[in-house]
């Protein structure tokens, strides 16, 4: 029976389970053997990752063709004009080509169940902070960081709370949960 856990990543943990250079992995977090990932996150990114103990199952839930959504809670640094948060949803030009549209909408300040982040993130006294939520079927390599940067909104804190119909809800950092089977 495919079995999935939902893991609520801390930032600084890498998402593999090994690592030469002795750095913190999902190995130090969960104890279950037989599962998988289904997506990574970068090490400074933080929430909802996937495991699974079905390779057909971690297949759908990764692969773009199955054009799962991925909704991220995203810290960055100004105030988002129209015009940036329109790029957004249209597409944005990057090296690997034009992401597909996304869907988004800032935020009116940051959400009160988060939690605070170990170490916190660097703050300018000068420069205005905003959170938006950004919702992609894509998995380019670091794709939130690069369509933000791209728009002129560097990426402070990237924060990912939904693959597909599973959410991060209250899991908090290093918590695991088992949502039930699969079919």
Request: charged fraction near 25%.
């Amino acid at each position: 029976m495919s079995q999935i856990l939902l893991f609520n990543k801390p930032y600084g943990v890498l998402s593999q389970f090994t690592d030469t250079q002795g750095r913190e992995t999902l190995a130090d977090w969960i104890k279950r053997p037989g599962f998988y990932l289904a997506g990574r996150l970068d090490r400074d990114s933080e929430g909802l990752m996937i495991l699974t103990n079905d390779g057909a199952l971690q297949q759908r839930i990764s692969n773009p063709r199955y054009k799962k959504d991925k909704t991220y809670l995203v810290q960055v640094e100004g105030v988002p004009k129209a015009s940036a948060l329109q790029q957004l949803a249209s597409g944005v030009g990057l090296k690997d080509g034009i992401t597909r549209p996304a869907k988004v909408r800032l935020l009116a300040g940051k959400p009160g169940w988060l939690w605070t982040r170990q170490p916190p993130i660097r703050q300018r006294r000068k420069i205005p902070v905003s959170w938006i939520e950004l919702t992609i079927h894509e998995g380019k390599n670091r794709q939130v960081r690069r369509m933000t940067a791209a728009v002129g909104l560097p990426t402070l804190r990237l924060i990912r709370t939904a693959v597909g119909d599973w959410r991060l809800d209250t899991l908090q950092p290093g918590e695991l949960r088992e949502p039930g089977a699969c079919q």
